[in-house]
């Protein structure tokens, strides 16, 4: 399976950095060794001082698919979860500084943890859901779906063209505003509505 991960997809977001909205999905991969499952801890790398929370909804997709139209994208997942991106910012400024692929600071392992996936029919609006992070019982992060710069269906679309999917992979879809560093020692609980779907210890 492959981890796809959309940037720059909440406009707040973006303002954080270089303030550059795109006009098409950007996206990047991580590999299978990212994944954290079953609220496993996640233990800071040594090559990082500056490791940054990104919150994101998870698609999973159930079907293969190629060139899918964008009208049909919504039949290719019918479950959605919730992960963290982990970012080695210092890593991520230095690499672009210098115009190099940034998968050192995000597709490291361990960078992906997910929580559980629960069938999307459970919610109303899927392009209006409500999500966010809480660290040591403090929201840190929060956002919602209609705040998508691309929709999900947009983003199956667009990555299909490029890359064919195959069931298990997962899409990881944007973060809102808010994201900072995080240190041993945090708790991390992350929501979709009032659904906690992942805890996790950062060691």
């Not at 950095?17 to 233990?43: H, R």
């Not at 667009?158 to 809102?176: C, E, H, Q, R, W």
Request: charge should be neutral; aromatic fraction near 12%; proline fraction near 5%.
């Amino acid at each position: 399976m492959k981890i796809i991960c959309i940037g720059k997809n909440y406009v707040e977001h973006i303002k954080e950095f270089d303030g550059v909205t795109p006009k098409e999905p950007v996206f990047f991969m991580k590999p299978e060794t990212a994944l954290i499952k079953n609220n496993q801890p996640f233990y800071l790398p040594d090559f990082s001082n500056n490791l940054h929370h990104e919150i994101e909804i998870v698609l999973k997709i159930n079907k293969p698919g190629k060139n899918i139209a964008e009208e049909f994208a919504h039949k290719y997942y019918d479950e959605i979860g919730i992960g963290i991106d982990f970012t080695a910012r210092d890593l991520q400024l230095q690499l672009k500084e210098k115009g190099l692929p940034w998968e050192k600071a995000k597709a490291f392992d361990g960078s992906a943890p997910i929580g559980k996936f629960i069938s999307k029919k459970e919610f109303g609006d899927i392009q209006n859901l409500n999500f966010h992070l809480n660290i040591n019982d403090k929201t840190m992060q929060k956002g919602n779906t209609k705040d998508m710069i691309f929709s999900f269906d947009k983003m199956i679309s667009y990555v299909s063209a490029f890359i064919t999917l195959k069931k298990g992979d997962l899409i990881f879809t944007g973060t809102p505003h808010g994201v900072g560093p995080v240190k041993a020692g945090d708790k991390l609980e992350a929501f979709i509505e009032n659904k906690k779907l992942l805890e996790f210890a950062v060691k």
